[in-house]
């Protein structure tokens, strides 16, 4: 079973596929200065829920590319449910290859997924291309919590500090003007969601034959997260400005 397989199963109860809430995307989008028919896209859209909070909320219209067609297929049934259909489309496909209109969105986010672009630096140039003159950028990323993280945990792990992360963005062009983090209950909602997602999974298929794969998942990931990801995982949305004046 692939990983993004594995991903729709533990995923079943989320909207959100980050460790944050409603409320703090709600945070994001005031920081932004969202307003009624502001363009926006997101890479790695998922479910489609931040861009549906942000229509429902601010009016704005946007698009969201997601590789996993059952992502897209739950984004569009959201969509339409919510009588956003005309104001959100949802792209099905591979958001790196996204041929996308440059410097047209008042908003580029990335929130979780970053490793479409094989990393934090690069994905900064890409959503640099996307925004207007005056357009900001939403990233969300993983980061350590600290430098002292034991070399067991750290060393198979391509996460920055958040030093590093701040240090990056105003080397390729921007300030950081805003942090919406995500605290332990944000962690906790996010990965028990995607373990029981797998249980009931388990559960439902005694005989699927690839069962045992989703056991060890599920346990692999319990294990990682209670060994050394809550203490040391710390995880925020940013909100990017680009630089306007001289260095």
Same mark, same amino acid.
């Not at 460790?19 to 409603?22: A, H, I, Q, V």
């Not at 028919?37 to 790695?44: A, C, L, N, T």
């Not at 067991?152 to 996460?159: D, I, L, Q």
């Given at each position: 079973?692939? %990983?993004?397989?594995?991903?729709?199963?533990?995923?079943?109860?989320?909207e959100?596929v980050n460790?944050?809430?409603?409320e703090?995307?709600?945070? =994001?989008?005031? *920081?932004?200065?969202l307003?009624?028919?502001?363009?926006?896209?997101? %890479?790695?859209?998922?479910y489609?829920? *931040?861009?549906?909070?942000? /229509?429902?909320?601010f009016g704005?219209?946007?698009?969201?590319?997601?590789l996993?067609?059952?992502?897209?297929?739950? !984004?569009? !049934?959201?969509? !339409?449910?919510?009588?956003?259909?005309d104001?959100i489309?949802? *792209?099905?496909g591979?958001a !790196?290859? @996204?041929?996308?209109e +440059? @410097? /047209?969105?008042d =908003?580029?986010?990335?929130?979780? /997924?970053? %490793?479409?672009w094989?990393?934090?630096?690069?994905?900064?140039?890409?959503?640099?291309?996307?925004?207007?003159?005056?357009g900001?950028?939403?990233i969300?990323?993983?980061?350590?919590?600290?430098?002292?993280?034991?070399p067991?945990?750290?060393?198979?792990?391509?996460?920055h500090?958040e &030093?590093e992360l701040?240090?990056?963005?105003?080397?390729?062009? %921007?300030?950081?003007e805003?942090?919406?983090?995500?605290?332990?209950?944000?962690?906790?909602? @996010?990965? /028990?969601?995607?373990?029981?997602?797998?249980v009931?999974?388990i559960?439902?298929? +005694?005989?699927?034959?690839?069962?045992?794969?989703?056991?060890?998942?599920?346990?692999?990931s319990q294990?990682? &997260?209670?060994?050394?990801?809550?203490?040391?995982?710390?995880?925020?949305i &940013?909100?990017l400005? +680009? =630089?306007?004046?001289?260095?």
């Open positions: 079973m692939k %990983f993004l397989e594995l991903k729709d199963i533990s995923e079943r109860y989320l959100l460790p944050t809430s409603p703090k995307i709600l945070t =994001v989008g005031r *920081v932004l200065g307003k009624e028919d502001d363009r926006v896209i997101d %890479f790695g859209s998922g489609g829920e *931040v861009l549906a909070l942000w /229509a429902q909320h704005i219209t946007g698009i969201g590319i997601d996993r067609e059952k992502a897209c297929k739950r !984004a569009r !049934a959201k969509m !339409a449910e919510g009588g956003l259909a104001r489309e949802i *792209v099905c591979n !790196a290859g @996204y041929a996308f +440059p @410097y /047209a969105f =908003v580029a986010a990335c929130i979780g /997924a970053s %490793f479409i094989n990393g934090y630096r690069p994905a900064l140039g890409k959503l640099k291309e996307a925004i207007k003159p005056n900001k950028v939403a969300g990323e993983p980061s350590w919590r600290t430098t002292a993280v034991p067991e945990y750290s060393r198979n792990e391509t996460v500090t &030093y701040l240090r990056i963005a105003r080397e390729e062009g %921007f300030d950081f805003y942090v919406v983090r995500a605290g332990h209950d944000d962690w906790d909602h @996010y990965e /028990a969601g995607n373990w029981r997602g797998l009931r999974w559960d439902e298929n +005694p005989d699927h034959p690839e069962r045992q794969q989703v056991i060890e998942h599920l346990h692999q294990d990682e &997260y209670t060994r050394y990801a809550r203490e040391y995982f710390g995880w925020a &940013y909100v400005n +680009p =630089v306007h004046y001289a260095a």
